[in-house]
T-cell receptor
Framework: NAGVMQNPRHLVRRRGQEARLRCSPM?????VYWYRQLPEEGLKFMVY????????ESGMPKERFSAEFPKEGPSILRIQQVVRGDSAAYFC???????????????FGSGTRLTVV | TQLLEQSPQFLSIQEGENLTVYCNSS?????LQWYRQEPGEGPVLLVT?????EVKKLKRLTFQFGDARKDSSLHITAAQPGDTGLYLC?????????FGTGTRLKVLA
């Protein structure tokens, strides 16, 4: 079984451009989560999606950021008009069921490292 | 305020030494996970602890969940350079995991 696949691994964008980050969950996993990690910091929750639905986007900046998980294909995290402060590692995780109470963790991808120049 | 506080924030030790890192909160949790993240990679789940007072061992790593299920510790015996990484604890929030601030460990050969 392939794990969680993220691409690209590294992405360089100029200020004002758009960044598209892709995440294919593990086979059989229909719950996808995006996290951001700034240099030397922990993981901050951004958004939780199930197929075709955004369940929780409480960690997403209100502007320029959007996420989707279509019926077919990978989940996409889109950042419009990128700024230097968007430079970070973005991680996707998946799980076979919703996180409630006792649960047994995520499987993470290797991340996309976005650099805005 | 952080839900999960980890300490120490940074730790640099020599190969062969023992160490303990902590994950603390004022809240009670039904379970808690520990992850290790190596440089340039995503976090990897090490263990889940569920019962208050539970102790789990993974080779040289010993994980303990506090009796009141508010805190946890990770003890590494005879640390090796391969143990270098960011250690994160996590608990389930509303439909998602919330991660601690992390302990960045460096083991010097």
């Amino acid at each position: 079984n392939a794990g969680v696949m993220q691409n690209p691994r590294h992405l360089v964008r100029r200020r004002g451009q758009e960044a598209r980050l892709r995440c294919s969950p593990m086979k059989g996993h229909s719950h996808v989560y995006w996290y951001r990690q700034l240099p030397e910091e922990g993981l901050k929750f951004m958004v939780y999606l199930q197929k075709e639905n955004i369940i929780d986007e409480s960690g997403m900046p209100k502007e320029r950021f959007s996420a989707e998980f279509p019926k077919e294909g990978p989940s996409i995290l889109r950042i419009q008009q990128v700024v230097r402060g968007d430079s970070a590692a973005y991680f996707c995780a998946s799980s076979p069921e919703a996180v409630t109470g006792v649960n047994y963790g995520y499987t993470f991808g290797s991340g996309t490292r976005l650099t805005v120049v | 305020t952080q839900l999960l506080e980890q300490s120490p924030q940074f730790l640099s030790i020599q190969e062969g030494e023992n160490l303990t890192v902590y994950c603390n909160s004022s809240s009670v949790f039904s379970s808690l996970q520990w992850y290790r993240q190596e440089p340039g990679e995503g976090p990897v789940l090490l263990v889940t602890v569920v019962t208050g007072g539970e102790v789990k061992k993974l080779k040289r790593l010993t994980f303990q969940f506090g009796d009141a299920r508010k805190d946890s510790s990770l003890h590494i015996t005879a640390a090796q350079p391969g143990d270098t990484g960011l250690y994160l604890c996590a608990v389930s929030g509303t439909y998602k995991y919330i991660f601690g601030t992390g302990t960045r460990l460096k083991v010097l050969a």
